[in-house]
């Protein structure tokens, strides 16, 4: 990324109430560019300028980290490029990820730019959700999706890899805290309740995000699990 580029991150950082240290502000700089360079030969994104990559990407993966401690285990689900996982990681160091994506070019990209910042207790697995919860016995506190259009799809994915005290965060946009309320009901029936629904703004562009926390019933309010 160029100059200009590095200050608007910078910029939708500080909206976001985060800050960067060199070594993050050079990771992000490089997995952006080698976004855009595995782009070119592959169809990872259609999301393609530096503009777009930093706000729609970048800033919008971060939008979860008031949610999350800055320890523990997250599990992203359909994760494309690897977003919202690899920037996560890039600013929780000590949080252990695993990212999912059912293409296998994505994950193939993600372990290359892992491998490129040197991103430490990070896995990228080629696998379909349903299939996870029979090859995969790990339990994880946290399990985000940005994929999923039916949240009681999402859930059903989710729940079995879910420990007990764990929190299910959907990614959601404009009509996200609707979309939530609609799907109450089904979710219940499952054992999952809806704890919030954190409203963001996207820097730069305004855009609407809807953070829809969901855990199993009597797991607790998940205001506790701010930091």
Same mark, same amino acid.
């Given at each position: 990324m160029n100059r @200009?580029? !590095?200050? #608007?991150?910078?910029?939708?950082?500080?909206?976001?109430?985060?800050?960067?240290?060199?070594n993050q502000l050079e990771h992000f700089g490089?997995?952006?560019?080698?976004?855009?360079?595995?782009?070119?030969?592959?169809?990872?994104?259609?999301?393609?300028?530096?503009?777009?990559?930093?706000?729609?990407?970048?800033? @919008?993966? !971060?939008? #979860?980290?008031?949610?999350?401690?800055?320890?523990g285990s997250l599990l992203d689900l359909g994760s494309g490029g690897g977003f919202p996982a690899i920037p996560l990681k890039i600013m929780l160091p000590r949080l252990s990820v695993v990212s999912v994506d059912a293409v296998e070019k994505k994950i193939l990209f993600q372990r290359h730019a892992a491998r490129l910042l040197k991103l430490h207790d990070f896995t990228a697995l080629h696998a379909r959700g349903e299939d996870l919860v029979k090859n995969h016995d790990v339990r994880f506190d946290y399990i985000v999706s940005r994929a999923f259009s039916d949240l009681p799809c999402f859930v059903s994915l989710a729940l079995p890899l879910l420990k007990g005290s764990g929190r299910i965060i959907a990614m959601k946009g404009k009509g996200g805290e609707g979309e939530a309320a609609a799907a109450s009901r089904a979710l219940d029936a499952v054992g999952v309740r809806i704890l919030h629904c954190f409203h963001r703004k996207l820097p730069v562009t305004g855009d609407d995000r809807y953070l829809v926390v969901m855990g199993k019933k009597g797991s607790g309010d998940a205001t506790a699990d701010i930091p």
């Open positions: @200009d580029a !590095l200050e #608007l991150l910078i910029r939708c950082t500080e909206e976001l109430g985060l800050s960067l240290d060199s490089v997995f952006a560019d080698e976004l855009k360079k595995w782009n070119r030969k592959i169809n990872l994104t259609a999301i393609r300028d530096d503009r777009d990559i930093i706000v729609k990407h970048f800033a @919008d993966s !971060l939008t #979860l980290i008031g949610i999350l401690k800055k320890t």
